[in-house]
């Protein structure tokens, strides 16, 4: 998931998470659903192949973005599919941010949480 240590609030944005390639790489396949590193560098065609490449596989090892072997008779490829939707991302990031803050700072945390509670 997010490193945890690579959060910037400054940002804007799922780039507080992500870099800003992760990102454009992530809406694309929250769009399309699944799609090939070379079918995103047709949509992407500002960043370089290996640059596409190279990102996939941070948010493959992440667990991000799922990889899946597509093997045809002439070539081998890898279709990537998002391994959870943007809620899901979000859900995930608010409850460890939510346990950390409480686990440092305790019923404070709560307490101005309740402050944001939908009506």
């Known amino acids: 998931m ?3 240590s ?3 609030i400054e ?3 799922l780039e507080k998470f992500f870099s800003p390639n992760e990102v454009r790489i992530l809406q694309l396949l929250w769009e399309k659903e699944s799609m090939t590193s070379s079918d995103i560098n047709g949509c992407i065609n500002d960043l370089s192949l290996a640059c596409i490449a190279g990102t996939l596989d941070r948010l493959v090892k992440s667990g991000v973005v799922k990889r ?3 093997e045809s008779e002439s070539k081998v490829k890898y279709i990537y599919r998002p ?3 943007k809620e899901e991302i979000g859900n995930q990031i608010s ?3 939510i346990e950390s803050l409480i ?3 305790g019923d404070t945390v709560t307490e ?5 509670k939908k009506e």
């Open 103 to 105: 686990d440092t700072f």
């Open 6 to 8: 690579r959060i910037n």
């Open 83 to 85: 391994a959870y939707t």
């Open 112 to 116: 101005t949480l309740g402050k944001y």
């Open 2 to 4: 997010v490193k945890f």
């Open 11 to 13: 940002s804007d944005g």
């Open 95 to 97: 409850e460890r941010i």
């Open 68 to 70: 899946e072997l597509l």
